[in-house]
Nanobody
Framework: VQLQASGGGLVQAGDSLKLSCAASGRTFNIYVMGWFRQAPGKEREFVAGETWSDDRKSYGNSVKGRFTISRDNANTLVLQMNRLKPEDTATYYC????????????????RGQGTQVTVSS
């Protein structure tokens, strides 16, 4: 499975940004896709995930109510980020796995390259 993320950038606090992730290859191996982020000197943080079979969504506590995960088409995942805060600054990684718990709490089976999101105050 290959994951291609796009959409990062530099924005101001309060702005919105949308990230996309296109999956290709052996996508039949995917049960869940999502995003996690990592800032310099900080631990990896789960952001959001969505199961492919029944579109169940889950969010990290720090982004609930501000971020929305969805599927744009069969193989593209979208993360709409609203009301961005400086603490959202991080490298965001698209991820996919057969195991939703592993995607959320451990290193996912598939991970795309990161896309940088920087939020200025």
């Amino acid at each position: 499975v290959q994951l291609q993320a796009s959409g990062g950038g530099l924005v101001q606090a309060g702005d919105s940004l949308k990230l996309s992730c296109a999956a290709s290859g052996r996508t039949f191996n995917i049960y869940v896709m999502g995003w996690f982020r990592q800032a310099p000197g900080k631990e990896r943080e789960f952001v959001a995930g969505e199961t492919w079979s029944d579109d169940r969504k889950s969010y990290g506590n720090s982004v609930k109510g501000r971020f929305t995960i969805s599927r744009d088409n069969a193989n593209t995942l979208v993360l709409q980020m609203n009301r961005l805060k400086p603490e959202d600054t991080a490298t965001y990684y698209c991820a996919a796995d057969k195991d939703p718990l592993r995607l959320r709490y451990d290193e996912p089976e598939y991970r795309g390259q990161g896309t940088q999101v920087t939020v200025s105050s």
